[in-house]
C-alpha cells in the first residue's frame, strides 16, 4: 500500500530522458510500474533439489515525489530488494516491470549519480572519520576535481554532519571501541553525500540505534535535503507500523509504501 500518491496505475511519457545534473535544482521523481520480483529457491537434497520459486514482490506501482519517501514492514517483506531494483542495483532475473527517474528510463550512469547507504556500514574502522570521507572523496569525485575542492568538500560535510570534533578519532570496530553508533551511521551517510547525489537511497538508517540518535539521523536527512539532496528513499523495519508512528509526526515523508509479510 502507498500513501499520498495521486498518479498511480498512469503511463507517464517518456521524452525526457535528460537525467543530469540540472535535474538536482528540483528534485528527481522515482516512479515503479508492476514491479514483481522472484527469487529461485531449492528444496530438497542436493541432487534431488527441486526449483521453487518464491515471489517476493508483487505487482508494486507509485511515485515517490522529492522530499522524503519510506519503504516500511517487517522483516523479509522485501524492503532491501526493492530499494535495490529502484537504485537499479539488482540481477535483472527474476525482476519485471520498470523504473523511471523523471519519467524516462534509469540512464546507464545512475549508479554513479545516486547514492546508496547500505543496511550493513561499510566504514573502515581502522580509518578515522576524516580519512574515510577522503578515501570516498577520492574514489567516488572524477580526477578532474582538484585536490584542494576534494578537501573541501570534506571539511564541508563534516561541519554539516556534526562530525567535526571526531573527525581524526579511529572509526573502530566490534573489537576495538571507537566513534558512537550515531556518528558512524552519519559517517557512512556522509561516504554518498560527497557526490551530492540527486537520488539517495538508504536501507534502514535507524535500524540499530536508539530512540534518540534515531530522530536525529532523521533530522540531519531532513535538513540536508536542502543542501545536498532532494530525493531521499530509505526503509524502515517495522512489525505493526508502530515504530514508525514515533516519527511520522515529526518528520512526515511524501510518501509511505508498506510492504506486507511474505
Ligand atoms: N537472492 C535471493 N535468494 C534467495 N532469497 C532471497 C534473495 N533475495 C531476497 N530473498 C528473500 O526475499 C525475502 C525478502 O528479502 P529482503 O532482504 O528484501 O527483506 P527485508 O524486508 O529487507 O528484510 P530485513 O528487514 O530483515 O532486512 C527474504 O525472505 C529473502 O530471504
Ligand atoms: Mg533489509
Known amino acids: 500500500m502507498i500513501e499520498d500518491i495521486g498518479t498511480n496505475g498512469t503511463s507517464p511519457s517518456k521524452t525526457s530522458p535528460d537525467f543530469n545534473r540540472t535535474n538536482q535544482a528540483c528534485g528527481s521523481t522515482v516512479s515503479f510500474h508492476s514491479i514483481q520480483y522472484k527469487v529461485q529457491m531449492r528444496s530438497g537434497f542436493f541432487c534431488k533439489a527441486k526449483p521453487n520459486p518464491k515471489e517476493v514482490l508483487t505487482d508494486l506501482n507509485g511515485i515517490m515525489r ?3 519517501n519510506a519503504i516500511l514492514g517487517p522483516t523479509g517483506s522485501g524492503k532491501s530488494s526493492f530499494l535495490d ?29 545516486s547514492g546508496y547507504v547500505v543496511q550493513e556500514d561499510v566504514v573502515m574502522g581502522t580509518l578515522t572519520v576524516r580519512q574515510n570521507l577522503s578515501f570516498s572523496a577520492a574514489l567516488r569525485l572524477p580526477a578532474s576535481v582538484p585536490q584542494r575542492e576534494k578537501e573541501a568538500r570534506v571539511d564541508h560535510l563534516l561541519r554539516e554532519l556534526c562530525l567535526t570534533k571526531v573527525a581524526d578519532a579511529k572509526v573502530g570496530s566490534q573489537l576495538t571501541r571507537g566513534i558512537s553508533g550515531g556518528e558512524r551511521k552519519r559517517t557512512s551517510i556522509g561516504m ?5 547525489p540527486a537520488v ?39 512489525q505493526d507500523g508502530q515504530s514508525w508512528s514515533n516519527y511520522n509526526h515529526v518528520h512526515p515523508p511524501a510518501a509511505l509504501l508498506h510492504l506486507p509479510a511474505v
Open 200 to 238: 539517495l537511497f538508504l536501507d534502514e538508517p535507524t535500524t540499530g540505534l536508539d530512540a534518540s540518535t534515531a530522530n536525529s539521523v532523521l533530522l540531519l536527512l531532513k535538513s540536508n535535503m536542502l543542501v545536498f539532496i532532494l530525493q531521499c528513499v530509505f526503509t524502515v523495519c517495522t
Open 85 to 113: 531494483i529502484l537504485a537499479g542495483r539488482k540481477d535483472p532475473l527474476g525482476l519485471l516491470g520498470e523504473v523511471l527517474i523523471d519519467e524516462a528510463p534509469q540512464p546507464p550512469n545512475f549508479k554513479c549519480l
Open 192 to 196: 554518498e553525500l560527497i557526490i551530492d
Open 66 to 68: 522529492p522530499g522524503l
